[in-house]
């Protein structure tokens, strides 16, 4: 035989009471749910702010690699049009400038002259054939050509003429043609002199005799090397060595 029981549960709350315990819970759970979805939206407001802080430091030190890029090529366009000029310039001093000194070659010169003669005047000046001033496309078409020749004194040998040479005129006074002749000869024995001439040689009257008044050529080809002794690249004719 079966008992059969029953339970009543009797709430004596009211229902006002109950209800606001149901709008607490809720409103618990409504407060919890805001809580944690303000902490991500902190969370995630932080990260994007960092991450835009870093990006913006990257930009910052994108631009200031780009900004130096451009700095380093504006420097490297100067220090190669600075190393153009430099070879323009060098250039024109390796063209300009004489393989001998003129201190030398006026040393020589009065070192050559004999006791009885006296010096007037001593000019000397650069020349340069025309094709030496040719440009490289005029040089280029003219390379198979012959080249311009001239004379040598030892028989019928004949040597290339220098694109430039110095030209030397020398005047003054002799007691008579033997010392003229004199230093004609020395000054034709004496590198780098070549091509020596007397051009003038005439009588002059002074008051304790007769002299001769000469002007003597003579050219310096600068298209060499001259070594003085010791090794330096000038010419040696300060001591007035003969060839």
Not at 121 to 141: C, P
Not at 155 to 169: D, F, K, Q, Y
Not at 174 to 196: H, I
Request: charged residues 25%; glycine residues 6%; positive net charge.
């Amino acid at each position: 035989m079966s008992t059969v029981s029953a339970e009543f549960i009797v709430d004596f709350l009211p229902r006002d009471v109950r209800r606001r315990g149901v709008l607490a819970t809720s409103r618990r759970r409504s407060m919890l749910l805001l809580g944690l979805l303000g902490s991500v939206v902190v969370g995630v407001a932080c990260h994007s702010w960092n991450r835009f802080h870093e990006a913006e430091a990257r930009r910052g030190v994108s631009l200031a690699l780009t900004t130096n890029a451009t700095k380093v090529d504006d420097v490297i366009d100067r220090l190669a049009g600075e190393q153009r000029e430099l070879y323009r310039y060098l250039n024109v001093y390796d063209r300009l400038a004489l393989p001998v000194e003129q201190s030398d070659i006026v040393a020589t010169i009065t070192n050559l002259m004999p006791d009885r003669t006296s010096l007037s005047m001593l000019r000397m000046e650069v020349k340069e054939s025309a094709a030496g001033k040719a440009t490289d496309g005029a040089a280029n078409a003219a390379a198979n050509t012959k080249p311009v020749v001239a004379p040598s004194s030892a028989g019928n040998v004949r040597t290339p003429a220098p694109s430039r040479w110095m030209e030397i005129t020398i005047r003054g006074y002799a007691q008579d043609n033997a010392d003229l002749y004199e230093f004609e000869r020395k000054l034709a024995n004496t590198k780098p002199f070549s091509a020596v001439t007397v051009s003038e040689n005439k009588p002059t009257d002074i008051a304790r005799g007769r002299i001769q008044e000469f002007a003597v050529n003579c050219r310096i080809d600068l298209d060499v090397q001259y070594v003085r002794p010791g090794g330096s690249p000038v010419a040696s004719v300060a001591k007035g060595g003969s060839r």
